[in-house]
């Protein structure tokens, strides 16, 4: 009896996973399907927005501004990038934060955003892990090993948005994390200090690019 | 050197930063963080920065102007010296399709590539890769330990400082030298490597600085994370693919998330 309920119960586990595997692949298949060609539009569109001749700086900055905010879950990566600060940050604090880390992002990343641009990247495959798609991709150089970057692409609110990229095994989110929290913990846990820190930042920032 | 990293293991024990009490998120953080001489290693950063303004990039930014051909050639002869302890390390981590690679790199860099100045094998399709005994110990199970900021060396831990004290005793070229008295090989080819190096990291290094607002914790993670890959020689690690920090987006709790809508429920998109 005791080996008869092992069996049944073995089968019925078999029969309920062959049912349940498929679906799941074909629904994975189809999600990295889709996040490997929205990287590929993207890099597109990029190439065809940012890299065009006769446009102020200005203008530039505008274009790289729309596609990083269409194209980046920004205030998500915002939120987790502070970690366990953003339960301790006041409402006008979070807001403050989320506007400044907009900004930071975009005034350090149009410059490295055209560095990848610029030289053809290269789709390779793309793999899956819970909710998140790994789309891999690589410059190629004329000398020396090509660089690896993945794009680190998750689907919520109807479309695909990129939420890390890591470049030669480096996550943009994790060294911005350590970043954060370490100048939080130096200017006594205080989200504040950062707002503060980030303002000074960008305020060189456009400075320096003036 | 052997000395100099055992005093340093010392003064780092002695400036113990003391980990936080009663608050397990705090001790976590502390913990993750593994930055147990944080003050110290601040101090001995910010004295590699001044020598690196006042020696270190002053002699790099002359180097640089020879042209990238010369400098290149440079790199792939420094690189090739490397081969043998690349090679022992791949055996050491038991990688033999890599110890092939390594040896092949060597014969045709040696010959056809002009003593090493150029990467002929990368060509033929023998990629370049780099194994050093701090990586050895990594497969081996040694964790890394706290992070320890050296002078003139830059970021590190005991296993790695351990491994270039190693790599530096199993290297035959150095050997060599210690035989034939000519103690100046060694030192010269240090000079140049560290020139080499800085060369390499020129653009990097100055992109980081302008757009970081704590260059020092910006270092920290960048080594570690460059490490790490290395380690799982770029396949990813589980611990590099998952941030190591609270884990995955949809591991950590509510509000620790980037938003709740790209927690796990969304997995594709519907059809």
Known sequence: MKNFHRGAIAALFGLALSIIVPISQAKADGFTDGA????????IRAESSLLVEGISISERQVRFRKLMMESFDLSGVGKWVLGRYWRRASGIERKLYLKLFEDFIIATYTK??????NSKLQINATTSRRSSAFVNTQINRKSGKPIRIVWRVNYSDGRYQIIDIVVEGVSWIQTQRSEFVSVIRNRGGKVSGLIDALSKKIADLKSSAS | MRISILLFAVLTLANCASAPSGDAEALAEHQKINDPGEPTNRFIFKFNQGLD???IKPVTSFYRIFPEVLRTGVHNFLNNLKT???LINDILQGEAERAGDTVMRFLINTTVGVAGFRDQAADWGFEPHEEDFGQ?????GVGEGPYIMLPLFGPSNPRDAIGKVVDFFLDPINWWTENSDNDWVPLTRTIIGGIDTRDQLWDVLDDLEKSSIDFYAAIRSLYRQRRNDDISNGT?????ETPNFSGDFELADP????????SGKDHGPKK
């Not at chain 1, 490295?112 to 641009?117: D, G, I, N, Q, S």
């Not at chain 2, 990813?236 to 590099?240: E, F, I, L, V």
């Open chain 2, 136 to 140: 050895t110990l990594a497969t081996w």
């Open chain 1, 36 to 43: 490997q060609k929205f990287i590929g539009a993207l890099v």
């Open chain 2, 53 to 55: 303004a006042v020696i």
């Open chain 2, 236 to 240: 990813g690690s589980k611990d590099n």
């Open chain 2, 255 to 262: 509000d620790d998330q980037p938003s709740n809508k790209s």
């Open chain 2, 84 to 86: 043998p302890v690349v």
């Open chain 1, 112 to 117: 490295r955003f055209k560095a990848y641009t």
